[in-house]
């Protein structure tokens, strides 16, 4: 098997994965509950559409838009974020 | 912070109010109402407007979320209770300030009777993801009005609202406003009034009530909110100006360098352009203790105004127009939706010393006062993020160490250019000592959050809003606010410790005379701590100084005013000359390391005490501060005079 970049496993996308300006659907948050409902409350409900706005200067936090508001999110959550398709 | 105190009752019921209908409250009329909505709605500027100077700020029992109501009295002279409470997305007991709205709305909540009416207030140009909030408000089955806000802005950017169909839909009546401009504010008197006829929600006929999706089923709500915004509503365009802002503010090259630059100018004009004020203030006391001289008999009361009150409180109110610049600035940033990128910009930094940018608001608050900056730790759900921002918030250089600073540095540092006519030294060893606090901050944050405080799972998460004007008249009422605040303090706290120190430096009479200061109850009190303090470079003097200012740090400024004027009878030398004589250039310098590091300030205390929870962090604080202070100033003493000799 190789583990070159190139030809990857299969592998779920997250946030993390989307280019500036690319949206996509959620499909699960894989986070602790209390977690996951704060997220939810703020538009991150697996279904909806989120689109990756920008980055803060310095790379991380990312900001991310959903359903018409700015949510900065950093990384370390961003990528527990499943997206609709894989890559 | 602390567990929800859950009422008797712990599930949201429907009222069991049958019948239905539509039931109009005409008299009696309102008495209390409760404004609720999430963050960002506009309810404070809602607040602001509907009630003016007539509100007052006060904390609930038992916890740190500051209670803001106020009062007006409508056009048919019926008199309203507004309670602005604080922004939430929802009833869950899950933070501190859901925990404080349910408990209110439900009458849970000690002190405070349970509201007769709800004003829902949501932005319009946020509908769909702001009515979620909306489902368990109207669960609790008092009568509501939904206020949404932000009908000028929903406009300019082409959205459309159907206030009717959503009424239709949401069975309680809905209107549309901009409270920032004051427009469609009508049906809300009207209602406050009692003159609008409102159904009750919960048993009315409209199907979509009874089928109110469980408040704590996040998807379901949502998909609820969905339905509801659906053909009432056409979502605005999103804000281009927002857009293009942050493609410049949060640029990689230009946002840190907009950052730096806003964060100077701030303390450029707190510093330059708050002197010409300050001296207007000063010459103010200074007048006013002259006439006092000159006007009273001579007595023991006139020495008391003039050396006690004048000397005491007099000192620490000149320092009224800096405070304020700070707190319009704050202020400024903050309404603008500024602040929100700052902390987005700050957030990698601040990790690397195991704090988020959520702490960067409440650490730059502290730069005023350690007070609000620990009350606005609440808005970082993180317990122990919070608990370290709280900890180290009064290591940076807050308003009140300035009177001892400029005090201690005009006396004892020569002024000379450093960098041509751009920095001096005296402006340098300011600076210096704002890094030095704000080192001991980062220091202790890293400590805290590598041991201790080890940070749990709960992860930055931060909505930015759309920038907006700041507007003048909640500018304005947050200044009056918080120069109440302050002077309050002045006119008692520090009051009654001029007046005391003052009784207590005459005391006790012999043959109806006054002893000298060196032997009265104070100069005893002081003399006892001299030994202790002796290490450090202070004498008698400064240890009385040290004692007082326990109660505020601004204190000993007044305390060694009122010293000397007793002790020098022709008191045309002042504060600094008289100091210059009495500390060698090492203590001078180790009193400026210690007010830097230790915790004299006993509101900081108690409200740390509050918003923990309990004695322990502030104990321990205290503590920490205290010895690290002792520990530095020996140090800077010893360095100091070592170099000089």
């Known amino acids: ?87 | 912070m602390s567990d929800c105190h859950a009422g008797p009752g712990t599930s949201v019921s429907a009222s069991p109010a049958g019948g239905g209908g539509v039931v109009s409250l005409k008299a009696p009329a309102l008495k209390t109402v409760a404004l609720v909505g999430p963050p960002n709605a506009g309810k404070t500027t809602l607040f602001n407007r509907l009630t003016g100077l007539r509100q007052k700020v006060a904390n609930y029992p038992g916890v740190t979320v500051e209670h803001h109501s106020g009062r007006l009295t409508s056009k048919r002279g019926v008199e309203v209770d507004l309670i602005d409470l604080p922004g939430i997305y929802s009833l869950e007991p899950r933070s501190e300030d859901e925990c404080v709205t349910r408990d209110v709305l439900r009458g849970d909540m000690q002190g405070i009777p349970r509201p007769d009416a709800v004003l829902l207030v949501l932005d319009a140009t946020n509908l769909s993801r702001h009515l979620v909030v909306a489902a368990p408000v109207l669960g609790l089955g008092l009568p509501t009005l939904v206020v949404l806000n932000m009908a000028d802005d929903l406009a300019g950017r082409g959205g459309t609202l159907n206030t009717a169909e959503l009424s239709q839909r949401l069975g309680v009546p809905v209107v549309l406003v901009s409270a920032s401009k004051g427009e469609g504010l009508e049906p809300v008197f009207e209602f406050l009034d009692g003159s609008l006829a409102v159904p009750l929600p919960a048993g009315s006929p409209f199907p979509i009530l009874n089928n109110l999706p469980a408040g704590n089923d996040v998807p379901q709500c949502r998909a609820w909110a969905t339905r509801l915004s659906q053909g009432t509503w056409k979502a605005p365009a999103p804000s281009l100006w927002s857009r293009r802002l942050d493609a410049v503010v949060l640029h990689p090259l230009a946002g840190p360098l907009i950052f730096l630059m806003i964060v100077v100018a701030v303390f450029q004009a707190i510093f330059t352009g708050a002197a010409p004020l300050m001296e207007g203030v000063e010459a103010l006391v200074t007048g006013l203790g002259k006439w006092i001289g000159a006007t009273l008999p001579e007595s023991p009361w006139r020495d008391l105004m003039t050396e006690g009150v004048i000397g005491g409180v007099g000192g620490v109110v000149v320092f009224l127009p800096q405070i304020l610049l700070l707190f319009l600035f704050i202020g400024i940033l903050e309404d603008s939706g500024y602040l929100a990128r700052a902390a987005l910009i700050a957030d990698r930094t601040m990790a690397r010393f195991g704090l988020q940018g959520k702490s960067f608001i409440p650490l730059l608050s502290a730069y005023a006062c350690a007070v609000p900056a620990v009350m606005a730790t609440r808005t970082i759900e993180n317990k122990r993020d919070r608990i370290a921002t709280i900890l180290i918030a009064p290591f940076m250089t807050c308003s009140a160490r300035l009177p001892v600073y400029t005090l201690v540095i005009a006396a004892f540092i020569p002024e000379r250019p450093l960098l041509g006519p751009l920095l001096g030294t005296r402006a340098a060893a300011m600076i210096g000592l704002y890094v030095l606090g704000f080192a001991a901050a980062l220091f202790t944050a890293r400590a805290l959050k590598s041991s201790v405080l080890r940070s749990d799972g709960t992860p930055f998460l931060l909505e930015l809003p759309s920038y907006r004007w700041p507007m003048l008249r909640s500018l304005g009422l947050r200044l009056v606010d918080r120069g109440m605040v302050f002077l309050k303090r002045a006119g008692t706290i520090i009051l009654a410790v001029s007046i005391g120190l003052w009784i207590l430096a005459h005391l006790p009479l012999t043959d109806g005379k006054s002893p000298q200061i060196r032997d009265s109850v104070a100069g005893s009190i002081g003399r006892t701590v001299e030994p202790l303090i002796e290490p450090l470079g202070f004498n008698w003097k400064v240890g009385i100084g040290l004692i007082t200012s326990l109660a505020a740090r601004e204190v000993i400024v007044g305390t060694l005013g009122t010293i000397y004027g007793i002790e020098s009878e022709e008191d045309t030398q002042g504060l600094g000359a008289a100091l210059q004589k009495d500390l060698t250039p090492g203590g001078a310098v180790a009193l400026l390391v210690f007010f830097a590091f230790a915790m004299q300030c006993m509101s900081t205390v108690a409200v740390v005490k509050r918003e923990t929870g309990g004695w322990k962090w502030p104990i321990l604080q205290f503590s920490y501060m205290t010895g690290l202070a002792y520990v530095c100033a020996f140090a800077a003493n010893r360095i100091v005079t070592a170099w000089l000799s």
């Open chain 1, 1 to 87: 098997m190789q583990l070159s970049g190139n030809n990857r496993l299969p592998h779920r996308a997250t946030l993390l994965d989307l280019a500036p300006g690319e949206e996509a659907t959620l499909s699960e948050l894989n986070l602790p509950e209390e977690v996951a409902h704060r997220l939810m409350i703020l538009g991150f409900v697996p279904g909806s559409t989120v689109s990756y706005t920008r980055p803060a200067p310095g790379g991380d936090p990312r900001v991310y838009r959903v359903d018409g508001a700015d949510v900065a999110l950093r990384s370390e959550t961003a990528r527990q974020i499943h997206l609709d398709r894989s890559m």
